[in-house]
């Protein structure tokens, strides 16, 4: 019969499908039930918290061997990859420049490339880590970068437009402590300034113009 999952903050498909005890997220994201989700949200790590997702009901595989004998089986699981793109204030691409990345309890030695990316498989259902750039020609040398596996809203939603502005260095807010008006005000030029830089319409709204270029610029 299945029955339906309510996503919660942070939250994403490959961590789910652990949770319900399915190796591959696909099992999930690739059924009937969830065509209009997996429509909508088109990213089965970004989806909102709310969604309704389908878990159909796990079938039994059988494999005929002989008796007598050992067999060995080996369950094939998909890797989940943490890529993050790091630039300077500049938006210049911190190239070359050793990390160290803090996956709950391991830690990973990494340099970023070219373009500053570093990548790492994770476990699925992995929800934190913290990234420190060792590099002291880099003005954030050292400091603790918290991330957020999973908690990227859609971008056609308030939360997940601000999440991606902040993320590029726009700070869109909101901040803790300040009047509503203010984080309305800040969210505002935010999206003003990140269309001046981009060649947009400068009207301070995220409509789908800004959506799609934000979305583009961000990487997803």
């Known amino acids: 019969m299945g029955t339906y999952h309510t996503v919660v903050q942070g939250e994403y498909v490959s961590g789910i499908a652990k949770k319900y005890g399915f190796s591959s997220?696909?099992?999930?994201?690739?059924?009937?039930?969830?065509?209009?989700?997996?429509?909508q949200r088109q990213n089965p790590n970004v989806i909102f918290p709310g969604d309704q997702l389908f878990i159909p009901d796990k079938s039994e595989k059988k494999e005929s061997r002989n008796t007598g004998q050992?067999?060995?089986?080996?369950?094939?699981t998909e890797k989940l990859k943490l890529r993050l793109v790091l630039e300077d204030l500049y938006e210049k691409p911190i190239a070359n420049a050793p990390c160290e990345l803090r996956v709950e309890n391991e830690t990973f030695r990494l340099t970023t490339?070219?373009?500053g990316k570093i990548e790492k498989d994770?476990?699925?259902?992995?929800?934190?880590?913290?990234?420190?750039?060792?590099d002291p020609q880099t003005p954030i040398n050292k400091i603790l970068i918290p991330i957020k596996i999973g908690d990227l809203d859609p971008v056609d939603k308030t939360p997940g437009q601000k999440a991606r502005l902040n993320n590029l260095g726009y700070f869109a807010g909101p901040f803790d402590g300040k009047p509503e008006e203010e984080n309305k005000a800040l969210f505002l030029s935010a999206v003003e300034e990140f269309q001046c830089d981009h060649g947009l319409a400068v009207d301070g709204k995220c409509g789908p113009a800004t959506q799609a270029k934000l979305k583009q610029v961000h990487g997803c």
């Open 25 to 39: 997220y696909k099992k999930i994201w690739d059924h009937a039930q969830n065509a209009e989700l997996k429509k």
């Open 70 to 76: 050992r067999h060995q089986f080996v369950l094939k």
């Open 113 to 115: 490339d070219g373009q």
């Open 122 to 134: 994770i476990k699925a259902g992995t929800r934190t880590a913290v990234l420190t750039i060792k």
